[in-house]
């Protein structure tokens, strides 16, 4: 069993020493609640806190060393008392785009697939006269994820290759990142809204 290196309130603090823009923290405290939805879903509700401290801190380097993400992460990391092997799935999200560490483990193979994703959700959400996933259908995902232009920043390739190394349909990742989104939208709302007051 994995167990967590350092304690939430500890990750947060490192995330926090690198990361001040709301976009940056929303889209870190938005991983972090997937990734634990993801681990109590998956079966392996005993590393809930792992799997969540690991998408907390996914993206730790990027705001302020965005040509060096992935890279500059484990020096950031080490500092703050996370260990090697967290430090291992963290950046093998990048595998890839900026670095060459392959996801092996389950909880690094939905982190890979679930970052990009969580950001195209975000962006089809805030078009939503709700500006909410609650009322978001993977009919009107679909539409677009296959609009090229629409969040052009979000890999599809990435959500391919992610869902592909899972054993999953597109379609099964989408539905399942979205309940993960809608179970913790609001809590995720409210701790934005408390760091940034």
């Known amino acids: 069993m994995r167990t967590c290196p350092i304690t939430r309130d500890q990750a947060l603090a490192l995330l926090r020493t690198y990361n001040t823009e709301s976009f940056h923290l929303l889209h870190a405290l938005t991983v972090e609640s997937v990734m634990r939805w993801f681990a109590e879903h998956q079966g392996y509700a005993e590393e809930a ?42 950046c093998s999200h990048g595998y890839g785009l900026c670095c060459d560490i392959e996801p092996q483990h389950e909880m ?24 909410s996933v609650m009322d978001m259908e993977v009919s009107s995902l679909k539409k677009k994820f296959k609009d090229k232009k629409f969040a052009a920043g979000c890999s599809r390739d990435v959500i391919r290759t992610g869902a592909e190394k899972l054993g999953w349909t597109l379609e099964e990742l989408f539905a399942r990142t979205l309940d993960a989104m809608r179970f913790s939208e609001e809590r995720v709302r409210k701790e934005i809204e408390a760091l940034q007051g």
């Open 49 to 90: 806190d792992y799997w969540a401290m690991t998408g907390l801190l996914h993206d730790i380097d990027f705001e302020r060393y965005p040509g060096e993400h992935c890279r500059k992460a484990p020096e950031l990391l080490r500092a703050g008392g996370v260990n090697e092997d967290m430090i291992r799935s963290i």
């Open 108 to 131: 690094e193979k939905i982190l890979f697939a679930a970052d990009e994703l969580t950001g195209l959700i975000g962006a089809a959400a805030l078009m939503r006269p709700s500006r």
